[in-house]
């Protein structure tokens, strides 16, 4: 440990498991006070339990990022907590939705809402909170889906590849990139990361293993697309989000990073 975010308090939305759960451990273990925002109130409160067992600082908040009364009663308490937040991590999302152009109204709504919208409604209103206290770090979850298309061939083999999807990340590059020209009077960095294949729950979760009941198809995108063998975990997107998150990285604001293994150096 070598305290990179000590006596900051940090909250991270979606972190009650993946990327969200691996980055909140990440930063307790460098001396930050998280607060854990998500919906599944149970998963959420045993990674709060885990990370204080180990000797960290973490509270639960139960918050729905599609919802702005949800939002705005949970940034409430999470402020009151600590007295102050210094880092936003906007990590809640999903994905989901249907092919185009039959995608129906209602999946366009739910996955614009909850990656987009969400991201703008916790920015929002954890904002004059990082005001409040002389500056701050917002970093926001994208994709790749925000840079790359996609051919026949991968919508056959590899599932759906929803509209709703590709336009609420790319949102999401673009809303960091207008906050961070918002938050430089204020000292207020704001940055995105994009991860590539990540072997998370809600990645693996919805594939299928191949006929022989081998490796999921998911993983098997790794052999078309990256250039860096074998599969991303959380924890390698959790490290960037602490780097984005310290001080070393204080003269960087407005990128959009990838980690994905090299896929987008091959596109």
């Known amino acids: 440990m070598t305290n990179r975010m ?86 809640a999302g999903g994905g989901g939705g249907g092919n185009f152009p039959n995608e129906s109204d209602d999946e366009w709504n739910r996955v614009i809402n909850v990656n987009l919208t969400g991201t703008f409604y916790v920015s929002r209103a954890v904002w004059p909170h990082l005001v409040a206290a002389g500056g701050g770090v ?65 990645a693996t979760g919805g594939t299928v293993k191949d006929a022989d009941g081998g490796h999921h198809v998911f993983e098997k995108m790794f052999d078309y697309a990256q250039i860096v063998e074998g599969p991303g975990y959380p924890r390698d997107v959790a490290q960037l989000v602490l780097f984005l998150a310290s001080a070393e990285s204080r003269f960087i604001t407005g990128e959009i990073i990838n980690v994905d293994g090299g896929v987008a150096a091959k596109i």
């Open 6 to 91: 000590e006596n900051k308090v940090a909250l991270v939305t979606g972190g009650n498991s993946g990327i969200g759960e691996d980055t909140a451990t990440l930063f307790a273990e460098e001396g930050a006070h998280v607060i854990l925002m998500a919906r599944r109130e149970s998963e959420g409160l045993e990674v709060e339990a885990r990370i204080n067992a180990s000797g960290g600082d973490a509270k639960f908040i139960s918050c729905d990022v599609g919802d702005v009364e949800s939002v705005s009663s949970a940034i409430t308490l999470a402020a009151k907590t600590h007295g102050r937040i210094d880092v936003l991590f906007n990590n």
């Open 138 to 202: 917002v970093v926001n979850m994208s994709s790749l889906a925000a840079q790359r298309g996609f051919s026949s061939r991968m919508q056959d083999e590899f599932g759906a590849t929803s509209a709703s999807y590709y336009a609420a990340k790319a949102g999401v590059d673009a809303l960091t990139r207008y906050m961070a020209g918002a938050g430089g009077r204020h000292n207020i960095r704001v940055n995105c990361v994009r991860p590539g294949q990540i072997l998370t729950p809600g």
